[in-house]
């Protein structure tokens, strides 16, 4: 059974830091491309970040240079380092893998950056 498991939110201050993990298990970590992405209230969910087996990564362009995703294959886990935190940023985050067409999501974890 594969469960991606999802910690590290809460609220924040804007110009805060946050770092996101996600664990896996029921997978072979190292051949999947892990990432992040987000949905805010009556929004699409989109791609945050990802990165390859490879350790290529990939941010979607409003993140970039504030977030940085990296992995540890001999932990099954991902991370998201969140930093210099926005209003805009507040969504409920959710892991991904992704592997020869079968793709897994975490339960989500609820980030919100508010005064």
Request: hydrophobic letters at 30%; one cysteine or more.
């Amino acid at each position: 059974q594969v469960q991606l498991v999802e910690s590290g939110g809460g609220l924040v201050r804007p110009g805060g830091s946050l770092r996101l993990s996600c664990a896996a298990s029921g997978i072979t970590f190292s051949y999947f491309t892990m990432g992040w992405y987000r949905q805010a209230p009556g929004k699409q969910r989109e791609l945050v970040a990802d990165i390859t087996n490879g350790g290529t990564t990939n941010y979607e362009d409003s993140v970039k240079g504030r977030f940085s995703l990296s992995r540890d294959n001999a932990k099954n886990t991902v991370y998201l380092q969140m930093n210099s935190l926005k209003s805009e940023d507040t969504a409920v985050y959710y892991c991904s893998a992704r592997s020869y067409g079968n793709l897994y999501w975490g339960q989500g974890t609820q980030i919100t950056v508010s005064s």
